[in-house]
């Protein structure tokens, strides 16, 4: 089954700063990959998205490459404000099935010093 | 925010018992998951559910049942529970039109086992 790697498990940025965190997955037919956000109580958001036929996705602050040849996708984020601040999932899943299964990475904490 | 509440947001309960979660949803989508958040493991799905009585397992669905009667409802059952199912388990539901895969998460429920 699919298997998703994520890194790095924490992150330290300063504000105003960029952060990087990567992924890469082991299943050369998933095609859909969300990366979500969790504040401390709460359940994951999902914040940006992207399919296999996209390369890179913007949205303000956030972007999401791809690379289907080499399986990996990272979550770019510029100019990063402390609100910013939480822990970050990347997932895997084949599309069109029964559903979403999403296969997760561990996550990866982002602290961002003012 | 989805509209996914899950009942109770908290629960202490003794190794053997029977402990049965619930989400409820009022978005009206089609399908809905169960899955559960430990340190290092991100996210892994337990089971989901593609329509009223239509469940299947996900990858870590041993000591664990499900029921969906309702398009609103799906209860996520440990017949006996055991301190490893000591978790947060996360609710979420998903639409089935083309492209719209997007997956939204509920607030959790924090189980101990003791």
């Known amino acids: 089954g699919e298997n998703v790697e994520q890194h790095p498990s924490t992150l330290s940025v300063q504000e105003g700063d960029s952060a990087v965190i990567k992924c890469t997955y082991s299943?050369?037919?998933?095609?859909?990959f969300p990366w979500y956000k969790q504040e401390l109580g709460k359940g994951p958001q999902l914040i940006i998205d992207?399919?296999?036929?996209?390369g890179e996705k913007k949205d303000q602050r956030i972007a999401v490459t791809l690379n289907k040849t080499a399986k990996h996708f990272s979550l770019h984020i510029t100019e990063t404000q402390p609100e910013d601040s939480a822990v970050y999932f990347c997932?895997?899943?084949?599309?069109?099935?029964?559903?979403?299964?999403?296969?997760f990475g561990a996550g990866t904490i982002l602290r961002v010093k003012s | 925010d989805a509209g996914i509440t899950q009942s109770p947001r908290h629960k202490v309960t003794e190794t053997g018992t029977p402990v049965t979660l619930r989400c409820h949803q009022t978005?009206?989508?089609?399908?809905m998951y169960w899955y559960r958040q430990d340190p290092g493991h991100g996210l892994r799905l337990i089971h989901y559910?593609?329509?009223?009585?239509?469940?299947d397992k996900g990858e870590v669905s041993d000591g664990y049942s499900v029921s969906r009667s309702k398009t609103e409802d799906f209860l996520l059952t440990l017949e006996s529970a055991t301190s490893s199912q000591t978790s947060v388990y996360f609710c979420?539901?998903?639409?089935?039109?083309?492209?719209?895969?997007?997956?939204?998460f509920g607030p959790g429920t924090r189980l101990t086992v003791t």
């Open positions: 978005e009206n989508h089609r399908y």
């Open positions: 997932a895997a899943s084949i599309l069109p099935e029964y559903g979403n299964k999403l296969v």
């Open positions: 992207i399919r296999s036929n996209v």
């Open positions: 299943d050369s037919a998933s095609n859909y």
């Open positions: 559910s593609y329509g009223v009585k239509d469940t």
């Open positions: 979420a539901i998903s639409e089935s039109d083309p492209g719209q895969y997007e997956q939204y």
